[in-house]
């Protein structure tokens, strides 16, 4: 019996198309390493025929079975993204994370120790130090002593030779204490004498010490002889013997010791410095002074 061929390419059954070969002017293809194999069997899709209208001249024809790879993806719209791939699907090895190792504990030596031992002591007594320094201070409110010329007398001064000074002073010096609760020794006790920045006496004085709120007053001969002068300073010392006020320093180097309450001693060292003016030899008297002590 005669079967007419169907014409409609709607109703004609499709026809799997081989595999087509890498080509590599094509960027989409994948390569073929990455390409999933086919399975065994392609499920079926029955494709059913349009419905014929009351024009249509062919007849109906049953539903094709057309088989469809399971592999192809089905087709989105153009604007859709394909989904991520994963890395396991491309065959990317993954490699274990290396183990963190910890460090054995070590055990702190003796010496390190020993030393933060004397470190920590060490410390704890310089805050006891500067702590009972400072209650001692305020308890005792020490004071630095002070040395003054209480008088002086020009016994002579007179030129050898023309520039050759020969001269003879006798000094009293009071040494101070102003402290209330401190007692004060003076162990070193040097006192110079210039004439117009020239020494011309020196006089060592015996130790002393001072009780509280007390002072002490010390005879000091000074004796020049021979002292060579220049020109201006024989010009300066015949000048201030006719008006009768001759100027003089004295410069004392004061080695000294405190004593609070009996249990705390510390030494310095003071400075003093007096600038007075004597009436002409061979009774000159203190005129005018002007003293200071430091530290």
């Given at each position: 019996?005669f079967q007419?061929?169907?014409?409609?390419?709607h109703?004609?059954?499709r026809?799997?198309r081989p595999?087509?070969?890498?080509?590599h002017?094509?960027?989409s293809t994948?390569?073929?390493?990455?390409?999933?194999s086919?399975p065994?069997?392609?499920?079926t899709?029955?494709?059913?025929?349009?419905?014929q209208g009351?024009?249509s001249?062919?007849?109906?024809?049953?539903?094709v079975l057309?088989?469809v790879?399971?592999?192809?993806?089905?087709?989105g719209?153009?604007h859709?993204?394909?989904?991520?791939?994963?890395?396991?699907?491309f065959?990317?090895?993954?490699?274990?994370?290396?183990?963190?190792?910890?460090p054995?504990q070590?055990r702190?030596?003796?010496?390190t120790?020993?030393?933060?031992?004397?470190c920590?002591?060490?410390?704890?007594?310089?805050i006891?130090?500067?702590?009972?320094?400072?209650?001692?201070?305020?308890?005792?409110?020490?004071?630095?002593?002070?040395?003054?010329?209480?008088?002086?007398?020009?016994?002579?001064a007179y030129?050898?030779?023309?520039?050759l000074?020969n001269g003879d002073m006798t000094?009293?010096?009071?040494?101070?204490?102003?402290?209330?609760?401190?007692n004060?020794?003076f162990r070193y006790?040097?006192?110079?004498?210039?004439?117009?920045?020239?020494?011309?006496?020196a006089?060592?004085?015996?130790?002393l010490?001072?009780s509280?709120?007390?002072?002490?007053?010390r005879?000091?001969?000074?004796?020049?002889?021979?002292?060579?002068?220049?020109?201006?300073?024989?010009?300066?010392?015949?000048e201030?013997?006719q008006?009768?006020?001759?100027?003089?320093?004295?410069?004392?180097?004061?080695?000294?010791?405190?004593?609070?309450?009996g249990?705390?001693?510390?030494?310095y060292?003071?400075?003093?410095?007096?600038?007075?003016v004597?009436?002409?030899p061979?009774?000159?008297i203190?005129?005018?002074?002007?003293?200071?002590?430091k530290r």
């Open positions: 019996m007419p061929r169907e014409t409609n390419p109703f004609q059954p026809i799997q595999a087509q070969t890498n080509d002017t094509d960027g994948l390569p073929t390493r990455f390409r999933p086919p065994s069997s392609s499920p899709v029955p494709i059913l025929p349009r419905s009351p024009d001249h062919l007849p109906i024809s049953s539903p057309v088989p790879p399971a592999s192809v993806p089905a087709r719209p153009p859709s993204r394909p989904s991520p791939v994963s890395h396991q699907r065959g990317v090895p993954h490699y274990p994370s290396p183990s963190l190792h910890v054995p070590r702190t030596k003796r010496l120790w020993l030393v933060a031992i004397c920590v002591f060490f410390w704890i007594i310089v006891l130090g500067g702590l009972i320094l400072l209650i001692v201070y305020l308890a005792y409110r020490p004071h630095y002593p002070k040395f003054d010329i209480a008088s002086a007398s020009l016994n002579a030129l050898d030779l023309g520039y000074l000094l009293l010096a009071n040494f101070t204490n102003p402290n209330k609760k401190v004060v020794e006790m040097v006192i110079n004498l210039y004439f117009e920045g020239t020494l011309i006496a006089r060592y004085v015996e130790p010490s001072v509280p709120r007390g002072y002490k007053l005879d000091v001969h000074m004796i020049s002889s021979q002292i060579p002068f220049s020109r201006r300073h024989v010009a300066q010392l015949n201030q013997i008006t009768g006020r001759i100027m003089f320093e004295a410069k004392s180097f004061l080695r000294t010791t405190s004593n609070l309450g249990f705390f001693r510390y030494s060292w003071l400075y003093g410095y007096c600038k007075f004597v009436s002409g061979p009774s000159g203190l005129v005018a002074k002007k003293c200071e002590t």
